[in-house]
Nanobody, 126 residues
Framework: QVQLVESGGGLVQAGGSVRLSCAAS????????MSWFRQAPGKEREFVAG????????YYTGSVKGRFTISRDNNKNTVYLQMNSVKFEDTAVYYC???????????????????WGQGIQVTVSF
């Protein structure tokens, strides 16, 4: 069984930065695509960013491209989301997700990820 635990969220001012971390335990995720999703109040969960198993490829949704950076450290079984120049509309609960091992793509659909963290709140204030 895989457990994913997010950390690093909280309150951040608009224009500021915050880094989210997702630590995995139970099984190595070095062979899995890892992604971040988010869900704002009253909205559906949406894909934010993904990274393939060896960090050779990344994929971002348009609204965060150029502001967010996803990275991973397979030695630490951890994936990160660096959020810069945050905007009010980035306020959401952010979820870490892991795909099945040997997934070669970076799916944007939530149903392609069997493993999820509990979510962490990021609130952007004016």
């Amino acid at each position: 069984q895989v457990q994913l635990v997010e950390s690093g969220g909280g309150l951040v001012q608009a224009g500021g930065s915050v880094r989210l971390s997702c630590a995995a335990s139970g099984r190595t995720l070095s062979g899995s695509t890892m992604s971040w999703f988010r869900q704002a109040p009253g909205k559906e969960r949406e894909f934010v960013a993904g990274i393939n198993w060896n960090a050779g490829r990344t994929y971002y949704t348009g609204s965060v491209k150029g502001r967010f950076t996803i990275s991973r450290d397979n030695n630490k079984n951890t994936v990160y989301l660096q959020m810069n120049s945050v905007k009010f509309e980035d306020t959401a609960v952010y979820y870490c997700a892991a795909a099945q091992p040997f997934t070669t793509t970076i799916p944007a659909q939530a149903n392609q990820y069997p493993y999820w963290g509990q979510g962490i709140q990021v609130t952007v204030s004016f």
